[in-house]
């Protein structure tokens, strides 16, 4: 140990803190001419606590402690960094932390250990304190929604970091923790020349909080570990934080990450599950209508053109052949209080008995119904058509199932507060986990089969909670997990009184890792390369998740006129479901939205929505099933000759790619490139990947149908496409490649 500071050194960096106080001074790659990560501040800890004293939470951190005692020692090669917190806060509260490296192993394993004597009621504990640079101009990589990436990050661009910001509060939603809307448990920050991997290996479902922020004089990458502290006692982390240096993009980030998720029990390849039907891996188009108004802000009425219910079959049955495909059916907007009023909600408009024979006469025809729904939200009022279920809430003790802030109020949505007035609800809270599994029952009654319950609650959260009367502790904590699993064992046993069904169970936009063996579908709703949107968009999830659950894109993003081409050819390569919403007129919405918009004008042309939706389901459910249902993504390929399709619609210039590409391996190891050509005009291409084999076989789909085509590869010509308009093109390697990953 140099005086004043201890360097630990690893196969991928060297890390450097400071002795009297134990903060990261730095962190260097390996190799000449190592980026150096690190912007340390004398103000920085080595981490903080946060507890709550009655209503009001107080912090403390490393800097509080009375005593500190900082050790290096080497054995065996591996160095560890012991790093002793005494009389914090001047408190009987002690922490242990310890950094461990090997110059024979990549990265360093971070664990601490807290004694807490003091009886604080902790509620996170965040650690390690890791500051990255401004200037190093990288982007950062974060597994929230598909997936984020934010280039060259800077200081307006980032939340500062607050109390705050760490705080379980109404403003900061309630779903944004690990797991839930953060679906994997990693961070990184890359440039051209290294990158910087920061990630937990728990596969308990402790709840987490992953930030970045800007904490002076650069960028935090803050993990906060929620919860399960013991009050009083001592609790070591169950798990391991890693930090380590790599080189390459993102791809190369999500790569560490991949290799031990996909080892975790949560990771059962959809070609090992025994719970998924048939009929959701023969991938129906996921049509949605909604049954009374055209939008959630706006006026209620009933769609007179759905309603009774068999008025929809004329055009459902012509949408089935003209995409020859079935459909799975998905109806919204039928609870009898309008539109997401949840739980009073029944009868259905239109009533139960037409809609069971509605669901009926969609099982003979080989399709599936189903239903998104409000998750666990209280809905108390309607303002677009006069609903006021205040006296609902109170009969049903409703009060009794709502989320506590930590101040004790009930917690109350914000987003929808100005027109459908809700407050969120607890799990771990018996009477909210049977108000559900009623509802749902109820659903399973009238046939349906597709139920994405966990609407609102996103990526399956469950929402925290602070109640002091609830049976669970009274912070976000491992808890949470338990009562989901809870739920849907009720879920499940409610569908066996309907044994005909094949049910699935769906949760709006990526489900969270831990909760994957309990879903077999989620909600993504794709954004088209080149589309300017409010949202960020990244397959980040679909690298390291698609083989394990079904991704469903009946809706998303996409630019007029071009909405639904340009949506469903993104769905085909990324590999979800394609679907699309249709108005009364039996049409398709062709809007630019990530769900509802008005019906009139009408938009696009809908000879090209149903042309391109019936060749890229004829993709998927054809040649491309391997890849596109069961495939593991890949790296993409490189292809030469695409064309940037210009034009201005709504006061905005679109720039987007004609064909849209990605990479797939299926179970057996071959490797596929599927393509989807998004225009009215055929798109020839050159596709060069030194993955493939020595022949491949090309598949089109659209136009004039052909049979597939085999041609021996020369590896050092790139490979000649021509895709037909609306079409779609799988390459795949012949012989197979041996895959390395796949087993079973």
């Known amino acids: 140990m140099n005086r004043g500071k201890a360097t630990l050194v690893s196969q991928t960096e060297s890390l450097t803190f400071d002795r009297i106080t134990g903060r990261l001074l730095s962190c260097r790659s390996s190799g000449p001419g190592g980026e150096e990560f690190i912007a340390s501040s004398p103000t920085h800890p080595a981490w903080i606590l946060q507890y709550r004293q009655g209503k009001t939470l107080h912090r403390l951190s490393s800097r509080d402690a009375r005593q500190t005692q900082i050790s290096l020692t080497k054995e065996d090669g591996v160095q560890t960094l012991a790093m002793a917190f005494h009389h914090v806060g001047g408190l009987n509260l002690s922490v242990l932390a310890t950094v461990r490296v090997s110059v024979l192993e990549p990265g360093s394993r971070w664990g601490l ?51 705050e910001a760490w705080a379980f509060s109404i403003e900061n939603g309630n779903s944004a923790h690990y797991p839930g809307g953060f679906f994997a448990q990693f961070l990184a920050y890359y440039t051209r020349r290294a990158g910087l991997y920061l990630a937990c290996e728990d596969s308990m479902a402790h709840v987490k909080l992953f930030k970045t922020l800007h904490c002076e004089p650069g960028i935090r990458l803050g993990i906060a570990h929620v919860g399960d502290w013991p009050q009083p006692g001592t609790r070591t982390l169950e798990y391991s934080i890693v930090l380590r240096c790599f080189k390459g993009d993102w791809y190369d980030a999500a790569d560490l990450y991949r290799t031990w998720t996909l080892q975790q029990h949560w990771a059962v390849p959809l070609h090992r599950r025994t719970d998924i039907p048939a009929w959701l891996l023969d991938s129906p188009a996921y049509i949605s209508l909604r049954l009374q108004g055209e939008l959630d802000i706006g006026p209620v009425f009933p769609v007179k053109a759905f309603l009774p219910y068999t008025k929809i079959l004329p055009h459902l049955d012509r949408l089935s052949r003209q995409l020859q495909a079935p459909l799975a059916v998905i109806l919204m907007a039928w609870e009898r209080g309008g539109p997401w009023v949840y739980p009073d909600c029944f009868p259905p408009i239109g009533g139960d008995a037409a809609l069971k024979r509605f669901c009926h006469l969609a099982r003979q025809r080989g399709w599936r119904v189903g239903s998104y729904c409000n998750g666990t939200r209280w809905v108390t009022r309607h303002f677009w058509n006069d609903y006021d279920g205040k006296a609902f809430f109170h009969k049903n003790r409703g009060d009794r199932s709502v989320c506590r802030t930590p101040s004790g109020e009930a917690w109350q949505e914000s987003w929808d507060r100005m027109w459908r007035p809700s407050y969120a609800c607890c799990l771990g809270e018996p009477h909210t986990r049977q108000i559900a599994e009623k509802f749902v029952a109820r659903l399973f009654g009238w046939g349906m089969e597709s139920i994405q319950f966990f609407d609102q609650n996103m990526g399956a959260a469950t929402f925290p909670c602070f109640a002091t009367d609830h049976p669970h502790p009274p912070v976000p904590g491992r808890w949470m997990a338990e009562s989901m699993q809870a739920v849907m064992r009720g879920f499940k046993k409610a569908a066996r009184s309907s044994p005909a069904l094949q049910v699935i169970h769906s949760t709006e936009a990526p489900c969270n890792e831990t909760c994957l063996p309990l879903f077999q579908e989620c909600d993504v709703r794709v954004i088209p390369p080149g589309h300017v949107s409010n949202y960020d968009f990244l397959p980040l999830y679909h690298y390291l998740y698609h083989e394990c659950i079904i991704l ?152 004039r149908k052909k049979p597939p085509r085999r041609l021996q590869r020369n590896s050092n010509q790139p490979l000649t496409l021509s895709i037909p308009a609306w079409g779609c093109c799988l390459v795949e390697s012949m012989p197979p490649v041996t895959g390395p990953h796949r087993k079973g």
């Open 113 to 163: 250990t807290l004694d807490n004597q003091a009886g604080l009621e902790i509620v996170d504990l965040q650690f390690p304190f890791i500051v990255t640079r401004y200037d190093l101009k990288g982007s950062l990589l974060i597994p929230s929604y598909a997936g984020k990436l934010k280039a060259h990050p800077s200081p307006e661009s980032l939340e500062p970091d607050s109390a």
């Open 552 to 703: 469903q894109g009946g809706m998303g993003m996409g630019p007029e006129p071009h909405h639904l081409s340009t949506r469903n050819a993104c769905n085909a390569v990324l590999g979800e479901v394609p679907g699309a919403v249709m108005t009364d007129d039996g049409s398709l919405l062709n809007r630019d939205t990530g769900n509802w918009a008005p019906w009139k004008p009408a938009v696009g042309s809908h000879r090209e929505s149903l042309t391109m939706l019936r060749n890229v389901l004829a993709l998927r459910r054809g040649p491309g099933r391997d890849f596109l249902v069961f495939g593991r993504m890949q790296r993409p390929s490189r292809v030469k000759g695409i064309k940037i399709e210009t034009w201005e619609s709504n006061s905005r210039v679109n720039r987007i790619p004609a064909v849209f590409h990605a990479a797939w391996e299926a179970p057996d190891g071959r490797l596929g490139i599927a393509l989807a050509n998004w225009t009215s005009a055929p798109q020839r291409l050159f596709l060069s990947d030194p993955r493939f084999g020595k022949s491949v076989l090309i598949h089109l789909i659209g136009g």
